[in-house]
Every structure is written in structure tokens, then in C-alpha cells.
């Protein structure tokens, strides 16, 4: 099974893409050219453009970010909020089958 994920953008556009377990959600916005995921560091955890919103459903049944995600999400180009996450460190399993994230307005 692939778990399916929906991505909403700012201005409405909804994009469901089906994603290998094991994959991050930044490799399933880019390889199927979700907007508004910059994505420039490759996910490499050092630039914070690919910022989304989780659903405030999901929070609580992902992993725990570290001291690094939570530091570089003090600088996004957006507004962080409880719910923000770099989309390059939540990696996809089948348990996230539904997932829904939001992808801000700007990663700059």
C-alpha cells in the first residue's frame, strides 16, 4: 500500500499523491510538483523552505521533532505555528494513510 497524502496550498489548491512508505513528505510535494515546497537544502534539515502545516488531527501521532527542526522553524518565511513542521523530517509511514498538511503562503 501507498499511503495517500493531501497537500492544500494558501490560495485552494489541493493535490492527493500517493507516497512510499518511507519516503519524507518533502520527497512526495517535490517529486510530484506540489507547489510552494522550496524544498532548496534537499532536505538535508538547514533551510526551512519546505514549512507546512500539519492537520491538527495528525500532530499528536507523529514523531517528536529534535532541537534542530525546532530551532530552524523559528525562521520560516511564514508564520510558525503549533502545528508547523518541516515537511523533510516526518517520513511517511502506512499509519499516516490520510495524512493532510497545508504548505504556507511563502518559504521566503
Known amino acids: 500500500m501507498m499511503p495517500k497524502v493531501t497537500f492544500k496550498s494558501h490560495d ?3 493535490r492527493e499523491v500517493n507516497v512510499a512508505a518511507g ?3 518533502m520527497l512526495a510535494a517535490t517529486m510530484n510538483g506540489v507547489p510552494g515546497v ?3 537544502c534537499g532536505g ?3 533551510c526551512a523552505t519546505c514549512h507546512v502545516y ?3 488531527q495528525w500532530v499528536s501521532r507523529l514523531p517528536a521533532m529534535d532541537d534542530v527542526e525546532n530551532d530552524l522553524l ?3 518565511a511564514s ?3 503549533g502545528n508547523s513542521r518541516l ?4 517520513i511517511v509511514t502506512d499509519e499516516l494513510e490520510g495524512l493532510s498538511v497545508e504548505v504556507p503562503e511563502r518559504q521566503f
Not at 87 to 90: E, P, R
Open 12 to 14: 485552494g489548491d489541493v
Open 54 to 56: 500539519i492537520d491538527p
Open 74 to 76: 523559528e525562521n520560516t
Open 44 to 46: 538535508t534539515l538547514s
Open 23 to 25: 519516503r519524507s513528505l
Open 38 to 40: 522550496d524544498a532548496d
Open 87 to 90: 515537511s523533510c523530517q516526518i
Open 79 to 81: 508564520e510558525r505555528t
